[in-house]
């Protein structure tokens, strides 16, 4: 549990679709809370979340034979359900709606090239989901840009959203994206870096001492190798 109070509070910069999904659950936990919040109701947000997303996946699979409907989603369960992922659900880690939208994301994208007959609501529904996965966090930004394609791609298909919408759709997932890489700010650059030399390059150094003095630090930080910001 978590004591809420302005006293504990800490702006942290940061822009985040990740609180849509915490302001629910606080909304939720409201009348129990008594001025704590468990954790236990963000995860049940994210577990429904989840399971909304299951049961899109197997709408979409209903135009497919008997066996294939049997074994995507029986793939998904075993892939996507174990303890690589259904843990983090019960965190405040910003990945974790970052691996929830990217599901919605996926399965709009996938609805979207997929039928024959495409209209503004599902280009609608792409645009949303792809707009609360890249601004879930500034690491995973620029995995949306490559869905702008599918806004472009008509495939011949008689009934299909106009260049104007499009030109929208494009424009609005560019710049989330550029305020999203505008607005990180600084010390969240500087955590990166740290990540990326501590935790994910000296680890791999066979003189991780002399590597730092070569960059012009002090060769005791190589305490720190292999340990993350967090």
Known sequence: EYHQSPAYRWDSGLLTSAVLPLRVAMAAAKPFSRGRFDLRWLGAVYA???????????????????VARVLVPAFVVLVFCGASYVPWFNS?????????????????????????????????????????FETSKSQHTALAL??????????????????????????????????????????????????????QSLPHSQDP?????????????????GKHAF
């Open 92 to 132: 405040f880690y910003f990945d974790t709606a970052s691996y929830v939208f990217l599901w919605f994301a996926m399965l709009a994208f996938l609805r979207l090239m997929l039928r024959e007959s495409v209209t503004t609501w599902d280009c609608v529904a792409a645009l949303g989901s792809a707009l609360l």
């Open 209 to 225: 001492a002399g590597d730092i003095a070569q960059l012009g630090m002090d060769p005791g930080m190589v305490r720190y190798v």
């Open 146 to 199: 490559p869905l702008i394609s599918c806004f472009w791609l008509r495939l011949g298909r008689a009934r299909f959203p106009g260049i104007p919408w499009r030109i929208c759709a494009t424009a609005a997932v560019v710049a989330a994206a550029v305020v999203m890489f505008a607005t990180a700010p600084p010390w969240y650059q500087t955590v990166n870096s740290y990540n990326a030399l501590f935790y």
């Open 48 to 66: 429904l979340l989840f399971l909304l997303a299951f049961a899109m996946i197997q709408r979409l699979t209903r135009g497919l034979g008997a």
